[in-house]
T-cell receptor, first 115, second 111 residues
Framework: NAGVTQTPKFRILKIGQSMTLQCTQD?????MYWYRQDPGMGLKLIYY???????DKGEVPNGYNVSRSTTEDFPLRLELAAPSQTSVYFC??????????????FGPGTRLTVL | GQSLEQPSEVTAVEGAIVQINCTYQ??????LSWYQQHDGGAPTFLSY????GLEETGRFSSFLSRSDSYGYLLLQELQMKDSASYFC????????????FGKGTKLSVKP
């Protein structure tokens, strides 16, 4: 299993541009999450999904959108990029409610810079 | 609201024991997780406590006291490869497994 994969690894955007961060998992997990991590900080939840067709906002959803058309894929869309969205973005997945240990599996991250 | 407090940095020597504390304030507490993150890497799961007491996994142990809203991660026989950031994260009940992360503790292991 590849686990959770994310593309691209790095990206530089200009202010006002848009892009989609891709996330795919091959563990047949129902739950998927998008986090952002600013330097020296913890992870903040942007959006999450409990299954195909179901998404909900996390702590910091403004400026982002998501969709979940399949179990495997959970893309994150940035519209009108702003410098405040410069961050490292992690996608994660877990089995229903994370199983007995509540373990989330993280992708390698996308480093995004908005100039 | 929710908040987690953990020290920002800890330094220890190889072979030593280090404890990283985490205090939390949250409604609907369900459990406390610990994740490790090496520089430039992704977080990886270390442990989870839903009940009071100590959970041991090899050199790492995690403790939880629900009445004190407090937990800690204990790392024994420190190795250079343990140099990383360690995050505590609260799982809130009824939140579909959502985690609220602390800001992390950067552990530096010296020879």
């Amino acid at each position: 299993n590849a686990g959770v994969t994310q593309t691209p690894k790095f990206r530089i955007l200009k202010i006002g541009q848009s892009m989609t961060l891709q996330c795919t998992q091959d563990m047949n997990h129902n739950y998927m999450y998008w986090y952002r991590q600013d330097p020296g900080m913890g992870l903040k939840l942007i959006y999450y999904s409990v299954g195909a067709g179901i998404t909900d906002k996390g702590e910091v959803p403004n400026g982002y959108n998501v969709s979940r058309s399949t179990t495997e894929d959970f893309p994150l869309r940035l519209e009108l990029a702003a410098p405040s969205q410069t961050s490292v973005y992690f996608c994660a997945s877990s089995s229903t409610s994370g199983g007995p240990y509540n373990e989330q599996f993280f992708g390698p991250g996308t480093r995004l810079t908005v100039l | 609201g929710q908040s987690l407090e953990q020290p920002s940095e800890v330094t220890a020597v190889e072979g030593a024991i280090v404890q990283i504390n985490c205090t939390y304030q949250t409604s609907g507490f369900y459990g406390l997780s610990w994740y490790q993150q090496h520089d430039g890497g992704a977080p990886t799961f270390l442990s989870y406590n839903a009940l009071d007491g100590l959970e041991e996994t090899g050199r790492f142990s995690s403790f939880l006291s629900r009445s004190d809203s407090y937990g800690y991660l204990l790392l024994q026989e420190l190795q250079m490869k343990d140099s990383a950031s360690y995050f505590c994260a609260v799982r809130r009940g009824g939140s579909q497994g959502n985690l609220i992360f602390g800001k992390g503790t950067k552990l530096s292991v010296k020879p």
